[in-house]
């Protein structure tokens, strides 16, 4: 089957790369993809990183409506940035939490 996009939440290549070693199996990946014309597209650091994205969603099922990043960088917009810190409403365990 012929494809020439591929979109995943997780990118492969987790760490910046300034070189691919056919030695490596990500960087075999890439360039696989790169010879066959695919384009990958992985949003996983936008949306955690974007104000209402998945991370505020998780804090949602909390009950927690407000939080803020934990790390932020000058060009980020207000609220944006990696992580989130907030408070939880009431005290819970951590068997609560993840039932």
Same mark, same amino acid.
């Given at each position: 089957?012929?494809?020439?996009?591929?979109v995943s939440y997780?990118?492969?290549?987790? =760490?910046?790369?300034? =070189?691919?070693?056919?030695?490596?199996?990500?960087? =075999?990946?890439?360039? $696989?993809? *790169?010879?066959?014309? /695919? $384009?990958?597209?992985?949003?996983? /650091? %936008?949306?955690? %990183? $974007?104000?209402?994205g998945i991370n505020?969603?998780?804090?949602?099922?909390?009950?927690?409506?407000?939080?803020?990043?934990?790390?932020?960088?000058?060009?980020? *917009?207000d609220g944006t940035?990696?992580?989130?810190? *907030? *408070?939880?409403?009431? +005290?819970?365990? /951590?068997? +609560?939490?993840? +039932?």
């Amino acid at each position: 089957k012929k494809a020439n996009a591929i979109v995943s939440y997780h990118p492969t290549p987790f =760490r910046k790369s300034n =070189r691919f070693d056919r030695s490596d199996v990500t960087a =075999r990946i890439v360039l $696989a993809l *790169a010879k066959h014309d /695919v $384009a990958v597209y992985s949003p996983h /650091v %936008c949306l955690d %990183c $974007a104000v209402g994205g998945i991370n505020d969603w998780i804090l949602q099922a909390f009950g927690i409506t407000s939080s803020l990043p934990i790390t932020v960088r000058p060009v980020d *917009a207000d609220g944006t940035g990696i992580g989130r810190k *907030a *408070a939880l409403p009431t +005290e819970m365990t /951590v068997k +609560e939490a993840v +039932e």
